[in-house]
C-alpha cells in the first residue's frame, strides 16, 4: 500500500523526534562512563578505555549483519528491537560494579545500537527523495546538534545525584523512541525483503563504484575525528589549560547549529551534491595543514572555524551521496558496508592521529601531523572529484513498490 504525502512526512518528523532522543540518551550518559567508574570508583582507566574500546567495535562491526537484517525482515522491526536493547544495556549500566558488569552492559547497549542505526538512516532513505535527502539531513544533523548540547549538560546535573539516575535517565530516552517507532514510523521494507539472509553482499562487493566511495569516505573520517583527537591536544598546548577545549567545541558546535541547514539550502540548487561534499572535505583538509603553521590560540581558533563550516558541508552530502549510489535492492546491506568508512578512517584517525602528534613532539616536527591530515584530506577530495557517478540515482524509495504486496510501503516523497 502506498504511502500518502502526509504519511511519509509524518514518519519524517518523526524521525527528527526519534533522532533527539536517541542522541539525547547517548550523550547524557556516556561522556559520563569514563568520569564515574574512573574518578567516582576508582577503576583503572585503562580497563575503562578498553570497555568503551570493545563497544564502540561491537557495533561497528555487527553493522554489516544489521544492513542485512534490514533487507530481510524489515526496518521498523529492527529498529524497535535495538532501541529496546540500547535501553536495558544503559539501564544495567546503573549497578555495574564489577568489570564483567560493566563490560557486559556496554557490550548489550552496543548490540542495541548496531541493530537500530542502519535501519534508521534505511528509513530515511526510503521516505525522502535525492533532491530533498541533502536538506533533511542537515535538518536532522541540526537536531543531533541540539541533542549533543543538551545531554551532557543534563547528565552532569543528574550526576549530583546519582550515576544510576543518569543511566535510567538515558535508558528512559530509548524507551520514548521505542514508541514513537512503534506508533508513528511507517513499516517500509527494502527490494530485497524476499531474498535470503546476506544476498545483499553479492551486489555490493561487485559494485566498484560504491566499494570506492566507501574508501575515499575513510579519508574523510580519518580527517574529521581530528576535532577528537589532534586538536585538542593542540588547543591545550597553546592554552596550557583544558578551557579553550570547552571554546573550541562550543565554536564547532554552535556554527554547526547555527549554519549547516540554511547553508545546505542556500548551496543545493546551485551545487551538486558532490561538489558540496568536495568543498567540504577540501576546506577541513586545508584547515588542518594551517594548524601547524599557527602561533597562537585566536589563530587556531580561525581555523577551527574553517574546519567546522567544512564538516557542516560535508556530514549530510556525504550521507546523500553514499544513499544514491546505493543500489536499492540491498539498500540496508549498502548502509551496513558504508559504515566501514567510520569504522576503519575514523580509527585509523584516532590512533594514527595520537601517534603523529607523539611522533612530532618527540623528534621536533611540529608540521609532520598537520601535513599528513592535508595530503590525505586533499587526496580524499580528488578522489570524490574523479569518481565516475551516474545520472541522478532513482530514489530508493521506488523499487519497493514492485515488491510491496501486502507491506506498506514509502513512495517518493
Same mark, same amino acid.
Given at each position: 500500500?502506498?504511502?500518502?504525502?502526509?504519511?511519509?512526512?509524518?514518519?519524517?518528523?518523526?524521525?527528527?523526534?526519534?533522532?533527539?532522543?536517541?542522541?539525547?540518551?547517548?550523550?547524557?550518559?556516556?561522556?559520563?562512563?569514563?568520569?564515574?567508574?574512573?574518578?567516582?570508583?576508582?577503576?583503572?582507566?585503562?580497563?575503562?578505555?578498553?570497555?568503551?574500546?570493545?563497544?564502540?567495535?561491537?557495533?561497528?562491526?555487527?553493522?554489516?549483519?544489521?544492513?542485512?537484517?534490514?533487507?530481510?525482515?524489515?526496518?521498523?522491526?529492527?529498529?524497535?528491537?535495538?532501541?529496546?536493547?540500547?535501553?536495558?544495556?544503559?539501564?544495567?549500566?546503573?549497578?555495574?560494579?564489577?568489570?564483567?558488569?560493566?563490560?557486559?552492559?556496554?557490550?548489550?547497549?552496543?548490540?542495541?545500537?548496531?541493530?537500530?542505526?542502519?535501519?534508521?538512516?534505511?528509513?530515511?532513505?526510503?521516505?525522502?527523495?535525492?533532491?530533498?535527502?541533502?536538506?533533511?539531513?542537515?535538518?536532522?544533523?541540526?537536531?543531533?546538534?541540539?541533542?549533543?548540547?543538551?545531554?551532557?549538560?543534563?547528565?552532569?546535573?543528574?550526576?549530583?545525584?546519582?550515576?544510576?539516575?543518569?543511566?535510567?535517565?538515558?535508558?528512559?530516552?530509548?524507551?520514548?523512541?521505542?514508541?514513537?517507532?512503534?506508533?508513528?514510523?511507517?513499516?517500509?521494507?527494502?527490494?530485497? #525483503? %524476499?531474498?535470503? =539472509?546476506?544476498? $545483499?553482499?553479492? @551486489?555490493?562487493?561487485?559494485?566498484?563504484?560504491? !566499494?570506492?566511495?566507501? /574508501?575515499?569516505?575513510?579519508?574523510?573520517?580519518?580527517?574529521?575525528?581530528?576535532?577528537?583527537?589532534?586538536?585538542?591536544?593542540?588547543?591545550?598546548?597553546?592554552?596550557?589549560?583544558?578551557?579553550?577545549?570547552?571554546?573550541?567545541?562550543?565554536?564547532?558546535?554552535?556554527?554547526?547549529?547555527?549554519?549547516?541547514?540554511?547553508?545546505?539550502?542556500?548551496?543545493?540548487?546551485?551545487?551538486?551534491?558532490?561538489?558540496?561534499?568536495?568543498?567540504?572535505?577540501?576546506?577541513?583538509?586545508?584547515?588542518?595543514?594551517?594548524?601547524?603553521?599557527?602561533?597562537?590560540?585566536?589563530?587556531?581558533?580561525?581555523?577551527?572555524?574553517?574546519?567546522?563550516?567544512?564538516?557542516?558541508?560535508?556530514?549530510?552530502?556525504?550521507?546523500?551521496?553514499?544513499?544514491?549510489?546505493?543500489?536499492?535492492?540491498?539498500?540496508?546491506?549498502?548502509?551496513?558496508? #558504508? %559504515?566501514?568508512? =567510520?569504522?576503519? $578512517?575514523?580509527? @585509523?584517525?584516532?590512533?594514527?592521529?595520537?601517534? !603523529?602528534?607523539?611522533? /612530532?613532539?618527540?623528534?621536533?616536527?611540529?608540521?609532520?601531523?598537520?601535513?599528513?591530515?592535508?595530503?590525505?584530506?586533499?587526496?580524499?577530495?580528488?578522489?570524490?572529484?574523479?569518481?565516475?557517478?551516474?545520472?541522478?540515482?532513482?530514489?530508493?524509495?521506488?523499487?519497493?513498490?514492485?515488491?510491496?504486496?501486502?507491506?506498506?510501503?514509502?513512495?517518493?516523497?
Amino acid at each position: 500500500m502506498e504511502l500518502s504525502m502526509a504519511e511519509r512526512q509524518r514518519g519524517l518528523r518523526a524521525l527528527l523526534g526519534f533522532t533527539f532522543f536517541m542522541v539525547s540518551g547517548f550523550t547524557l550518559v556516556m561522556p559520563l562512563v569514563a568520569v564515574h567508574f574512573v574518578n567516582t570508583l576508582g577503576w583503572a582507566a585503562v580497563t575503562v578505555g578498553l570497555a568503551l574500546a570493545v563497544r564502540q567495535l561491537t557495533q561497528q562491526g555487527l553493522a554489516l549483519v544489521a544492513g542485512s537484517l534490514t533487507d530481510r525482515i524489515g526496518a521498523r522491526q529492527l529498529l524497535c528491537g535495538g532501541v529496546l536493547l540500547r535501553a536495558v544495556g544503559f539501564a544495567s549500566l546503573a549497578w555495574a560494579n564489577t568489570i564483567p558488569s560493566l563490560f557486559t552492559a556496554l557490550v548489550v547497549s552496543a548490540l542495541g545500537g548496531a541493530l537500530f542505526e542502519v535501519p534508521y538512516q534505511a528509513s530515511i532513505a526510503m521516505l525522502t527523495t535525492d533532491e530533498s535527502r541533502p536538506r533533511y539531513y542537515a535538518l536532522s544533523n541540526l537536531v543531533s546538534g541540539v541533542a549533543t548540547t543538551l545531554g551532557p549538560l543534563i547528565g552532569v546535573w543528574l550526576l549530583r545525584f546519582d550515576f544510576q539516575w543518569v543511566c535510567l535517565s538515558a535508558a528512559a530516552c530509548f524507551l520514548v523512541t521505542f514508541v514513537i517507532a512503534v506508533l508513528v514510523l511507517p513499516a517500509v521494507r527494502t527490494a530485497n #525483503s %524476499s531474498k535470503k =539472509l546476506g544476498a $545483499g553482499y553479492a @551486489l555490493v562487493f561487485r559494485d566498484r563504484r560504491f !566499494l570506492a566511495l566507501t /574508501a575515499l569516505l575513510m579519508g574523510y573520517w580519518f580527517v574529521a575525528v581530528q576535532i577528537n583527537i589532534s586538536l585538542p591536544i593542540m588547543v591545550e598546548r597553546l592554552t596550557g589549560s583544558s578551557d579553550g577545549v570547552g571554546v573550541m567545541f562550543a565554536l564547532n558546535a554552535g556554527m554547526t547549529v547555527c549554519l549547516q541547514y540554511p547553508m545546505i539550502r542556500l548551496l543545493e540548487p546551485r551545487l551538486s551534491t558532490r561538489a558540496i561534499l568536495v568543498i567540504g572535505v577540501g576546506l577541513m583538509a586545508l584547515s588542518l595543514g594551517a594548524v601547524g603553521l599557527v602561533g597562537s590560540f585566536s589563530l587556531l581558533l580561525g581555523c577551527v572555524g574553517f574546519f567546522a563550516f567544512g564538516s557542516l558541508l560535508t556530514r549530510p552530502t556525504q550521507q546523500s551521496l553514499t544513499v544514491a549510489l546505493a543500489d536499492s535492492q540491498a539498500l540496508g546491506t549498502y548502509l551496513g558496508v #558504508s %559504515s566501514l568508512a =567510520l569504522a576503519i $578512517g575514523g580509527g @585509523l584517525g584516532n590512533g594514527v592521529g595520537g601517534w !603523529l602528534i607523539d611522533l /612530532a613532539a618527540a623528534h621536533a616536527l611540529p608540521l609532520l601531523p598537520w601535513i599528513v591530515f592535508a595530503v590525505v584530506g586533499l587526496v580524499s577530495a580528488i578522489g570524490l572529484v574523479l569518481l565516475p557517478l551516474p545520472k541522478p540515482a532513482l530514489n530508493p524509495a521506488a523499487a519497493i513498490e514492485a515488491h510491496s504486496e501486502g507491506e506498506t510501503t514509502a513512495a517518493p516523497a
